[in-house]
């Protein structure tokens, strides 16, 4: 499944794919591929994630 809510949130706060790998410290792909929904990020990254974007887990990684 997309993570939309990410791809959105990411570009609220108008950074690029390889942007926000920079600051989380992955790769551009990995950043594609978890909005993609075909890459299972671990806690921690989802975490780091959230951190940078300023939102929860829930916000952005719970399926409703």
Request: proline fraction near 2%; hydrophobic fraction near 40%.
């Amino acid at each position: 499944m997309k993570n939309v809510r990410l791809k959105i949130a990411r570009t609220e706060h108008d950074l690029s794919q390889a942007e926000l790998a920079k600051k989380v410290g992955v790769t551009r792909q990995t950043i594609g591929l978890i909005e993609a929904g075909k890459y299972n990020p671990t806690l921690q990254l989802c975490l780091s994630i959230c951190k940078t974007l300023n939102k929860t887990l829930d916000e952005l990684f719970w399926e409703e």
